[in-house]
C-alpha cells in the first residue's frame, strides 16, 4: 500500500514542493498554449526574460533550473564555465545564478537570437558573461547554419541557410588552464567539434554534450564516447526525448529528422 501512495503521488508532489517547480507549473499555464515564435516577455524565479518562442522557453526552464542538468561542484573560485550553444541565455542566467564568481563565455550564431542574449544579460544585470557571436565550430573560416527562430539553429537543416562566423573551439580550449564545465549544445554538430577537440579535452572537468542524431546521418554515438572513455571521464546518458516501442515506433513525433537526442553527462573520478 505504501508504494502504490507512494508512486500515485510523486508526480505531484515533485511538481509542488519547491519554489522552482512551482514557477515551472506557472510557466505552463500562461505560455504552454501560445503561438509558437511570437516575441514574448515572460518573467521566471528572480528574471525578466525576452523570449521569442515560448514553447522551447518553458522547456528550458525545466531542463536547466528545475531539472539542473548543468549543476556541477568545483573547488575554485573563479570557476570557467564555457556556453557552448547559449541561445537566449537561460543557461547563462543559471550559471551566473549559482556560481556567483565564474567566468562565462557565452557562444551563440543566430544572429538574431545572439541579440536577444545580450539583452536578456543586460536587463538582468548579468556582468560575468562574456558574449561570442561564432558558432563553435572545426575551424575559423565561418559555416552554414539553418535558423530556425527558437532553439533548433543547425547545420543538417537545409531551410532559411545563412553563413555566419566560426570560432575552433579545440584553440579556445588549449588556452585555458582549466574549463570546469563545457557545455555543448550545437544541434548536430558535437560529432565534428569533439572529433577536432579529442586530444584538448585534458583540462575539462565536466563536460555536458547534448547529442543528435538525424535519421538520414550516421549516429556516431560511439565515436563521442570514444572520446570521453579516452580522456577518462566517466559519463551518464539521459534520453531528452523517449519512444515507446521503438522496434516499431522509428520516428520522434515532436522531432521526425531527428531519431535520438541524449543528455551525456561526463565528468572526472
Not at 557571436?133 to 575559423?140: H, L, S
Not at 537545409?158 to 588549449?174: G, M, Y
Not at 559519463?235 to 513525433?253: A, C, G, L, Q, W
Request: aromatic letters at 12%; hydrophobic letters at 40%; one cysteine or more.
Amino acid at each position: 500500500m505504501k508504494l502504490f501512495f507512494k508512486y500515485l503521488f510523486k508526480e505531484p508532489y515533485h511538481n509542488l514542493r519547491t519554489k522552482k517547480t512551482r514557477e515551472f507549473l506557472k510557466l505552463l499555464f500562461l505560455y504552454g498554449d501560445k503561438p509558437r515564435y511570437k516575441k514574448h516577455s515572460a518573467g521566471y524565479l528572480e528574471f525578466n526574460i525576452v523570449v521569442p518562442d515560448t514553447l522551447s522557453f518553458v522547456w528550458q526552464c525545466k531542463e536547466i533550473f528545475v531539472d539542473e542538468n548543468y549543476k556541477f561542484h568545483t573547488s575554485s573560485l573563479n570557476p570557467v564555465i564555457y556556453d557552448c550553444g547559449a541561445n537566449i541565455g537561460v543557461s547563462c542566467l543559471y550559471f551566473s545564478r549559482n556560481y556567483l564568481s565564474a567566468k562565462i563565455k557565452a557562444f551563440e550564431a543566430d544572429p538574431n537570437i545572439v541579440k536577444i542574449l545580450k539583452e536578456n544579460l543586460e536587463q538582468n544585470n548579468v556582468k560575468n558573461v562574456e558574449v561570442f557571436k561564432e558558432a563553435v565550430w572545426i575551424d575559423n573560416n565561418g559555416v552554414d547554419l539553418s535558423l530556425e527562430g527558437a532553439d533548433g539553429a543547425s547545420i543538417f537543416s537545409k531551410r532559411n541557410v545563412i553563413k555566419v562566423p566560426s570560432v575552433r573551439l579545440k584553440d579556445l580550449i588549449e588556452k585555458e588552464k582549466i574549463i570546469d564545465m563545457l557545455k555543448i549544445d550545437i544541434e548536430g554538430a558535437e560529432h565534428d567539434v569533439l572529433i577536432d577537440c579529442q586530444h584538448s579535452l585534458n583540462n575539462v572537468d565536466n563536460i555536458f554534450i547534448e547529442f543528435h542524431s538525424f535519421a538520414n546521418s550516421n549516429q556516431n554515438l560511439s565515436e563521442v564516447l570514444s572520446i570521453l572513455e579516452k580522456n577518462n571521464f566517466r559519463y551518464f546518458i539521459k534520453p531528452v526525448n523517449d519512444r515507446s516501442t521503438p522496434f516499431v515506433n522509428r520516428v520522434n513525433k515532436s522531432n521526425p529528422a531527428m531519431d535520438l537526442q541524449l543528455n551525456i553527462y561526463g565528468y572526472r573520478d
